[in-house]
């Protein structure tokens, strides 16, 4: 093998290492959907957000979880990858006259910085909260962690409500479930 052979091989495999790096650091991709507004109120009741709550919505979408949080009282921050959507939020809570307590973050949830939170709000799925379930669990004692749909695997929830809703995207009823654990909680085996 000549070095210039050597020096392609070698640059094409430090790339592809940096790929695979990549794609393992990442979390798993969450698509879009949306919490319906009374699905999005018994989240807020389950964890019983108020004015002196710092409430944390990762994957905020519209903002609509945030915005229907300042509208109790609390500050909220809304964190989202996709610009259009963290535009979207602002604008949305801008209307609704909460901007002041509200701050959208345009970035990535899995790197959030999370330590100010007493309570995360969050409608992403199982892998998603899997993968974020350690962070989760060293939050401040006393935080919640309400999620539309998904549990955290092998956290043992506080309480779990169901409800009948209409799903936003069909038109169609549909049950929705909302979990709520209590940090530090109870892991099941
Ligand atoms: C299922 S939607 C939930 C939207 C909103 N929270 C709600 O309940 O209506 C998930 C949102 O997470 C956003 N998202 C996906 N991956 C993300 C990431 N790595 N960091 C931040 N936001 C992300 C999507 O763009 C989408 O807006």
């Known amino acids: 093998m000549d070095g210039t052979t050597f020096g392609a091989r070698f640059a094409g495999t430090v790339i592809i290492a940096l790929l695979l790096a990549g794609l393992l650091s990442a979390g798993p991709p969450v698509p879009y959907s949306e919490t319906p507004p009374d699905v999005v109120e018994a989240m807020l009741d389950l964890a019983a957000v108020g004015p002196e709550d710092v409430v944390y ?9 945030a915005i229907a949080a300042a509208r109790r ?50 409608y992403l799925g199982t892998l998603p909260l899997q993968k974020l379930a350690p962070r989760l669990a060293q939050l401040r004692d006393g935080a919640r962690v309400v999620s539309h749909d998904f549990a955290i695997p092998g956290a043992v929830p506080a309480q779990v409500k169901r409800l009948r809703t209409i799903d936003p995207h069909t038109d169609y009823p549909r049950t929705a479930t909302v979990y709520l654990w209590t940090v530090p909680w109870r892991t099941s085996p």
Do not use: F, M, N, Q
């Open 57 to 65: 919505d990762l994957g905020c979408g519209d903002g609509r979880i």
């Open 73 to 122: 009282g609390a500050h909220a921050v809304g964190i989202e990858i996709d610009p259009a959507r963290a535009a979207t939020a602002r604008a949305k809570a801008k209307a609704a006259g909460v901007a002041e307590r509200v701050r959208i973050v345009e970035g990535d949830l899995y790197e959030a910085d999370l330590s100010a939170a007493t309570v995360v709000a969050a």
